[in-house]
């Protein structure tokens, strides 16, 4: 996936993209679809600046000003630790639960279930300005997988073998060859890895551009997912009016005994009230989770960049929560594969 350069633009401008995501989704928010969940996943990994460097020693049409290459060269070295690289994926999931009865085998109509909404997913995408590449194949299934079981390339190990440079991999090595699972951390390979759970997100309002800080922390080689399932109107609605009426009898309840009415109660009734406003308008529901991996080549690497990425969530005002011994069902869940358990997802 690729978009606009949305930290350039205006607060409007901002604002119109994110908007344009909403629309995105909210089209499977409808009663009797078969997309179980929707969810995208941002790899971020160092990418350094060898490219850059390597042109210096080309010098096309003439002879280079050593005053200016060694301006450059200053420049890139002073960049090049923070110069990251993103890789965004988004992923569809169909439920057989969901399908409706018509001729065909169950995978027959599984299939073309999948092969409308794809269809359905794409053209959103590119009505609303964001470009997405043709789904992938099996190779690209294979090459996506064999980059999150390690993601840091191979770093401290030597020069990756041509094939991998090429991104030509086999069924037999896309996954990994050994998987330790311990309490707060995995060991994929040659990589250590630690899933995080996004337990709350900020409670106030915040500006379009808020998870920036959180996506580019510098040196660290992180994913963060997040799976959205969409919610019908009318299971929203029935939801909405069961939790008010839950709120109304409380609150008489609490006047009849004499007990004053705290503002936690009414500004969940408040809330409430404001979702049930947004339905009406056409505003879609959507339940959802966040995961966020951090990948590193050492136990000790992984231990300092996990406090970096815990801080930078503090500051953008998410609690993150380690999945204790789950992290191999939480690395699996935050693949772009749409593998997140119904039981992490709201909805």
Request: glycine fraction near 10%.
């Amino acid at each position: 996936m690729r978009g606009a350069q949305f930290l350039l633009e205006d607060r409007a401008e901002q604002e119109r993209l994110v908007a344009g995501w909403g629309e995105v989704l909210s089209q499977f928010a409808t009663e009797g679809a078969t997309v179980a969940h929707i969810c995208w996943s941002d790899l971020v990994r160092p990418s350094g600046l060898a490219g850059h460097t390597a042109r210096l020693a080309e010098h096309p049409g003439g002879t280079p000003h050593p005053a200016a290459e060694a301006s450059y060269r200053a420049l890139l070295e002073q960049r090049a630790p923070t110069a990251t690289t993103h890789e965004v994926a988004v992923s569809i999931t169909v439920t057989a639960e969901r399908l409706r009865r018509r001729a065909g085998s169950r995978a027959e109509r599984l299939g073309d279930a999948l092969g409308v909404a794809t269809e359905a997913l794409l053209r959103a995408l590119a009505s609303v300005g964001l470009e997405a590449s043709e789904p992938l194949d099996a190779m690209g299934l294979w090459r996506t997988l064999r980059t999150h079981v390690d993601p840091t390339g191979g770093a401290g190990r030597g020069e990756a073998r041509l094939g991998e440079r090429l991104g030509l991999v086999t069924p037999a090595a896309m996954g990994p060859l050994v998987v330790e699972s311990r309490w707060r951390s995995l060991r994929l390979d040659a990589t250590w890895q630690r899933t995080w759970w996004v337990a709350s997100w900020p409670r106030l309002a915040v500006p379009p551009a808020w998870l920036e800080s959180f996506l580019s922390p510098t040196g660290v080689t992180r994913t963060m997912t997040v799976a959205m399932v969409p919610v019908s109107t009318y299971r929203s609605r029935r939801r909405i009016e069961r939790d008010l009426v839950k709120l109304e009898s409380d609150a008489a309840i609490k006047e009849e005994k004499g007990r004053r009415i705290d503002a936690r109660h009414q500004r969940a009734t408040q809330a409430l009230l404001e979702r049930e406003r947004e339905l009406v308008a056409g505003f879609a529901e959507m339940g959802y989770v966040g995961l966020v991996t951090v990948a590193a080549t050492s136990e000790d690497e992984l231990e300092a960049h996990a406090e970096i990425i815990e801080q930078f969530a503090h500051e953008a005002g998410m609690e993150l929560r380690v999945l204790d011994g789950r992290q191999d069902l939480a690395w699996a869940g935050g693949l772009p594969f749409g593998l997140a358990p119904a039981t992490m997802l709201g909805g």
